[in-house]
Protein backbone atom coordinates (compact mmCIF):
# COMPACT_ATOMS: atom_id res chain seq x y z
CA UNK A 1 0.00 0.00 0.00
CA UNK A 2 1.17 3.84 0.31
CA UNK A 3 2.73 5.32 3.02
CA UNK A 4 4.14 8.90 3.39
CA UNK A 5 6.97 9.14 6.27
CA UNK A 6 7.60 13.13 7.66
CA UNK A 7 10.19 14.30 9.57
CA UNK A 8 8.82 14.82 13.10
CA UNK A 9 8.47 18.04 14.33
CA UNK A 10 8.06 20.11 15.92
CA UNK A 11 10.63 22.32 13.93
CA UNK A 12 11.82 25.72 16.04
CA UNK A 13 14.15 28.43 13.23
CA UNK A 14 15.08 31.86 13.41
CA UNK A 15 14.11 33.91 10.54
CA UNK A 16 15.82 33.99 7.57
CA UNK A 17 17.43 30.53 8.37
CA UNK A 18 17.44 27.23 5.83
CA UNK A 19 14.67 25.06 6.13
CA UNK A 20 14.05 21.68 4.90
CA UNK A 21 11.82 18.96 5.82
CA UNK A 22 12.10 15.75 4.99
CA UNK A 23 9.63 13.13 3.16
CA UNK A 24 10.12 9.85 1.92
CA UNK A 25 7.30 7.54 0.45
CA UNK A 26 5.73 3.87 -0.66
CA UNK A 27 3.82 3.42 -3.40
CA UNK A 28 2.54 1.01 -5.59
CA UNK A 29 2.69 2.88 -9.44
CA UNK A 30 3.77 6.02 -9.84
CA UNK A 31 2.57 8.41 -7.49
CA UNK A 32 2.31 12.50 -7.91
CA UNK A 33 3.76 14.18 -4.80
CA UNK A 34 2.44 17.15 -3.03
CA UNK A 35 3.41 19.51 -0.19
CA UNK A 36 -0.22 21.02 1.72
CA UNK A 37 0.59 23.90 3.95
CA UNK A 38 -2.16 24.27 7.10
CA UNK A 39 -2.10 27.72 8.52
CA UNK A 40 -3.48 28.45 12.34
CA UNK A 41 -7.11 27.66 12.22
CA UNK A 42 -7.47 26.61 8.62
CA UNK A 43 -7.88 24.07 6.15
CA UNK A 44 -5.03 22.69 3.52
CA UNK A 45 -3.67 24.48 1.11
CA UNK A 46 -1.53 22.98 -1.65
CA UNK A 47 1.87 24.48 -1.51
CA UNK A 48 3.32 22.86 -4.42
CA UNK A 49 2.98 19.72 -6.43
CA UNK A 50 5.97 17.43 -9.18
CA UNK A 51 3.36 14.76 -11.12
CA UNK A 52 7.07 12.75 -12.78
CA UNK A 53 10.39 11.72 -11.73
CA UNK A 54 12.95 15.15 -11.29
CA UNK A 55 10.22 17.42 -11.63
CA UNK A 56 10.65 20.28 -9.41
CA UNK A 57 7.66 21.57 -7.87
CA UNK A 58 8.43 25.36 -6.70
CA UNK A 59 6.07 28.12 -4.83
CA UNK A 60 6.39 30.75 -2.41
CA UNK A 61 10.50 30.53 -2.09
CA UNK A 62 9.95 26.45 -1.23
CA UNK A 63 11.14 24.11 -3.32
CA UNK A 64 10.62 20.37 -4.00
CA UNK A 65 12.24 17.67 -5.99
CA UNK A 66 10.83 14.33 -6.87
CA UNK A 67 13.62 11.84 -6.26
CA UNK A 68 12.16 8.35 -7.51
CA UNK A 69 15.58 6.75 -7.02
CA UNK A 70 16.02 7.63 -3.18
CA UNK A 71 11.57 7.95 -3.41
CA UNK A 72 11.73 11.62 -1.30
CA UNK A 73 10.27 14.88 -1.51
CA UNK A 74 11.92 17.02 0.51
CA UNK A 75 10.88 20.26 1.14
CA UNK A 76 13.23 23.38 1.06
CA UNK A 77 13.29 27.08 1.40
CA UNK A 78 16.24 29.19 1.58
CA UNK A 79 15.25 31.91 4.06
CA UNK A 80 12.00 31.26 5.89
CA UNK A 81 9.74 34.30 7.38
CA UNK A 82 7.45 34.30 10.69
CA UNK A 83 4.50 34.08 7.81
CA UNK A 84 5.92 30.78 7.11
CA UNK A 85 4.59 29.43 10.99
CA UNK A 86 2.26 26.60 10.10
CA UNK A 87 1.89 22.49 9.78
CA UNK A 88 3.37 21.23 6.42
CA UNK A 89 2.44 18.14 5.45
CA UNK A 90 3.84 15.73 2.44
CA UNK A 91 1.12 13.53 0.24
CA UNK A 92 1.14 11.32 -2.51
CA UNK A 93 -1.59 10.53 -5.15
CA UNK A 94 -1.99 7.50 -7.59
CA UNK A 95 -4.37 7.01 -9.62
CA UNK A 96 -5.50 3.52 -9.59
CA UNK A 97 -8.69 1.67 -10.27
CA UNK A 98 -11.50 2.41 -7.41
CA UNK A 99 -9.20 5.12 -5.43
CA UNK A 100 -8.78 7.80 -8.41
CA UNK A 101 -7.89 11.07 -6.84
CA UNK A 102 -6.91 9.41 -3.01
CA UNK A 103 -4.33 11.48 -1.23
CA UNK A 104 -1.72 9.79 1.42
CA UNK A 105 -0.70 12.28 3.32
CA UNK A 106 2.47 11.85 6.10
CA UNK A 107 2.16 13.00 10.03
CA UNK A 108 2.70 16.01 9.73
CA UNK A 109 5.43 18.84 10.52
CA UNK A 110 4.68 21.94 12.73
CA UNK A 111 7.40 24.89 11.54
CA UNK A 112 7.83 27.77 13.97
CA UNK A 113 10.15 30.64 12.90
CA UNK A 114 10.76 33.18 15.87
CA UNK A 115 11.53 36.84 14.98
CA UNK B 1 -15.65 31.16 -6.03
CA UNK B 2 -16.51 30.83 -2.32
CA UNK B 3 -14.24 27.91 -1.69
CA UNK B 4 -15.63 24.90 0.10
CA UNK B 5 -18.05 25.75 2.78
CA UNK B 6 -18.35 23.77 6.26
CA UNK B 7 -20.58 24.51 8.75
CA UNK B 8 -20.78 24.84 11.49
CA UNK B 9 -17.19 25.79 11.81
CA UNK B 10 -17.34 24.87 16.14
CA UNK B 11 -19.53 22.21 17.46
CA UNK B 12 -19.72 21.49 21.53
CA UNK B 13 -21.65 18.49 22.01
CA UNK B 14 -22.55 16.11 24.74
CA UNK B 15 -21.42 12.50 25.02
CA UNK B 16 -24.62 10.76 23.30
CA UNK B 17 -25.73 13.14 20.99
CA UNK B 18 -26.45 13.75 16.68
CA UNK B 19 -23.81 15.54 15.10
CA UNK B 20 -24.50 16.85 11.80
CA UNK B 21 -21.38 18.61 9.84
CA UNK B 22 -21.90 19.96 6.59
CA UNK B 23 -20.07 20.63 3.67
CA UNK B 24 -20.80 22.28 0.30
CA UNK B 25 -18.37 21.81 -2.18
CA UNK B 26 -16.73 23.61 -5.09
CA UNK B 27 -19.24 23.83 -8.14
CA UNK B 28 -18.19 21.44 -10.70
CA UNK B 29 -16.21 19.48 -8.71
CA UNK B 30 -16.57 15.53 -8.92
CA UNK B 31 -15.27 14.32 -6.26
CA UNK B 32 -15.83 15.15 -2.72
CA UNK B 33 -13.55 14.00 0.59
CA UNK B 34 -14.33 13.61 4.12
CA UNK B 35 -11.40 13.78 6.83
CA UNK B 36 -10.61 13.68 10.03
CA UNK B 37 -7.66 15.37 11.99
CA UNK B 38 -6.53 14.79 15.53
CA UNK B 39 -2.88 14.70 17.29
CA UNK B 40 -2.61 10.98 17.51
CA UNK B 41 -3.56 9.90 14.62
CA UNK B 42 -2.77 13.04 12.23
CA UNK B 43 -5.51 13.17 9.37
CA UNK B 44 -7.20 10.49 7.82
CA UNK B 45 -9.27 9.42 4.97
CA UNK B 46 -13.15 8.52 6.14
CA UNK B 47 -14.44 8.38 3.03
CA UNK B 48 -15.00 10.31 -0.80
CA UNK B 49 -17.78 10.65 -3.25
CA UNK B 50 -17.49 10.40 -7.34
CA UNK B 51 -20.94 12.34 -8.29
CA UNK B 52 -22.56 11.90 -5.31
CA UNK B 53 -22.08 7.87 -5.28
CA UNK B 54 -19.54 6.80 -2.09
CA UNK B 55 -16.73 5.08 -3.49
CA UNK B 56 -14.68 4.29 -0.71
CA UNK B 57 -15.85 4.29 3.35
CA UNK B 58 -13.81 2.09 4.65
CA UNK B 59 -11.74 4.93 6.95
CA UNK B 60 -15.39 5.13 8.63
CA UNK B 61 -14.00 4.10 12.30
CA UNK B 62 -17.58 2.42 13.20
CA UNK B 63 -21.07 2.48 12.48
CA UNK B 64 -21.53 5.55 14.44
CA UNK B 65 -20.57 7.26 11.45
CA UNK B 66 -22.18 7.57 8.01
CA UNK B 67 -21.85 10.11 5.30
CA UNK B 68 -24.51 11.33 2.54
CA UNK B 69 -24.74 12.94 -0.23
CA UNK B 70 -27.87 13.89 -1.95
CA UNK B 71 -26.64 16.25 -4.26
CA UNK B 72 -23.71 17.70 -5.92
CA UNK B 73 -23.73 21.03 -3.59
CA UNK B 74 -24.33 18.80 -0.44
CA UNK B 75 -22.53 16.41 1.55
CA UNK B 76 -23.11 15.37 5.64
CA UNK B 77 -21.48 13.40 7.84
CA UNK B 78 -23.42 12.45 10.63
CA UNK B 79 -22.14 10.73 14.42
CA UNK B 80 -25.09 9.02 16.02
CA UNK B 81 -24.29 8.52 19.21
CA UNK B 82 -21.16 10.81 19.48
CA UNK B 83 -18.70 9.87 21.95
CA UNK B 84 -15.49 11.64 23.31
CA UNK B 85 -13.24 10.17 21.31
CA UNK B 86 -14.78 11.13 18.25
CA UNK B 87 -13.75 15.05 19.22
CA UNK B 88 -11.37 15.98 16.49
CA UNK B 89 -11.57 18.69 13.15
CA UNK B 90 -13.52 17.34 10.21
CA UNK B 91 -12.16 18.25 6.85
CA UNK B 92 -14.34 18.56 4.14
CA UNK B 93 -12.24 18.44 0.25
CA UNK B 94 -13.26 18.71 -3.34
CA UNK B 95 -11.77 18.01 -6.43
CA UNK B 96 -12.39 18.72 -10.24
CA UNK B 97 -12.71 15.09 -12.25
CA UNK B 98 -11.00 16.72 -15.44
CA UNK B 99 -7.28 15.81 -15.99
CA UNK B 100 -4.81 14.32 -13.43
CA UNK B 101 -3.67 14.90 -9.93
CA UNK B 102 -5.85 17.61 -9.18
CA UNK B 103 -5.19 19.66 -6.28
CA UNK B 104 -7.53 18.86 -3.81
CA UNK B 105 -9.47 21.62 -2.29
CA UNK B 106 -9.84 21.74 1.72
CA UNK B 107 -12.99 23.68 3.68
CA UNK B 108 -12.07 25.55 7.14
CA UNK B 109 -12.96 22.38 8.91
CA UNK B 110 -15.57 21.97 11.96
CA UNK B 111 -14.04 21.72 14.97
CA UNK B 112 -16.07 19.35 17.05
CA UNK B 113 -16.09 18.81 21.12
CA UNK B 114 -17.90 16.06 22.44
CA UNK B 115 -18.07 15.97 25.73
Known amino acids: GNSVTQMEGPVTLSEEAFLTINCTYTATGYPSLFWYVQYPGEGLQLLLK?????DKGSNKGFEATYRKETTSFHLEKGSVQVSDSAVYFCALMTLSSGSARQLTFGSGTQLTVLP | DAGVIQSPRHEVTEMGQEVTLRCKPISGHDYLFWYRQTMMRGLELLIY????????DSGMPEDRFSAKMPNASFSTLKIQPSEPRDSAVYFCASTPAGGSYNEQFFGPGTRLTVL
Open chain 2, 49 to 56: FNNNVPID
Open chain 1, 50 to 54: ATKAD
